[in-house]
């Protein structure tokens, strides 16, 4: 557990020290698989599958816009940097094991499923939910249509 | 023993770094995802603590929401770039200056041509 926090910050870092944006998001994707195993070994299982699932089609995107932007330059980028960006990273996640905030306690009963929580108390916020994906998912189409269109 | 508000609020400081001293769009975008994970992270390693349910279930609301901002906002910097032909922030902000200046001077010398 602690070696995987230590990751988590390690690759964090990463993703916004390093100069090239392709090892950038290399290392965001990283970081996205290490807070979904934290989730799943934390009995989140539904929210490691969703992080993992959403996850990986916004770095696909991520990863195309990057060959997109990025300018190709053929200058090697020093290791001694990325070294202490490490270095760096490892000394920012010791608080982690010497600080302590603590979770605040609850006499709250806590015996809500989770698809009872999806259904039952949040079938409203998932329906709009699907709507607005459902309109996002048509304007693409028709923004992709009208380009084709033009192009003719 | 790990605490997790310290750990979100490391991954959380690690964004607001990258958000204010990076010049890439991209990188601004990266940063951005990683403030969402650890305001995510927070909030799912908190409720599974407690044993709620209903923490997993506002995360999925969470999680759409966040990929279709991020899926916007990917789409304008995309136009942005090709447009403009840099993806440096610093860089885009000077060309719209550089704009207004013109547009305003040419706005000047229409005035005077009218006199």
């Keep these: 557990m602690e070696l995987l926090a230590i990751g988590l910050v390690v690759s964090a870092f990463l993703a916004v020290v390093l100069d090239d944006a392709v090892y950038s998001v290399a290392s965001l994707a990283v970081t996205v698989t290490l807070v979904a195993i934290l989730y799943s070994l934390n009995d989140a299982g539904f929210a490691a599958v969703f992080q993992l699932g959403i996850s990986v089609g916004t770095l696909a995107v991520l990863f195309l816009s990057c060959e997109t932007l990025s300018e190709k330059t053929n200058e090697r980028k020093p290791l001694r940097k990325a070294l202490l960006a490490m270095a760096v990273a490892i000394l920012l996640s010791v608080p982690c094991f010497l600080v302590s905030v603590g979770i605040p306690s609850t006499s709250i009963s806590s015996d809500v499923s989770f698809s009872e929580a999806l259904w039952n108390l949040r079938a409203i916020d998932i329906i709009l939910q699907g709507l607005v994906i459902m309109t996002v998912g048509l304007g693409i189409v028709i923004v992709l249509q009208t380009k084709k269109e033009r192009s003719k | 023993m790990i605490d997790y508000i310290v ?61 279709c901002i991020t899926g916007i906002v990917l789409a304008l910097l995309i136009i942005v770039a090709r447009k403009y032909g840099t993806a440096d922030i610093r860089k885009l902000a000077e060309i719209e200056w550089q704009e207004k200046v013109d547009e305003e001077k040419g706005n000047s010398k229409e005035i005077e041509g009218d006199v």
Excluded: P, Q, W
């Excluded at chain 2, 010049?23 to 044993?51: D, G, Q, V, W, Y």
């Design chain 2, 7 to 67: 750990l979100s609020m490391t991954l959380l400081a690690i964004g607001i770094y990258g958000l204010l001293t990076r010049r890439h769009i991209l990188k601004i975008l990266i940063s951005i995802e990683l403030i969402a994970t650890a305001a995510s992270m927070n909030f799912i390693l908190l409720a599974s603590s407690l044993n709620r349910a209903m923490g997993e279930t506002f995360l999925m609301l969470a999680f759409s929401t966040d990929t």
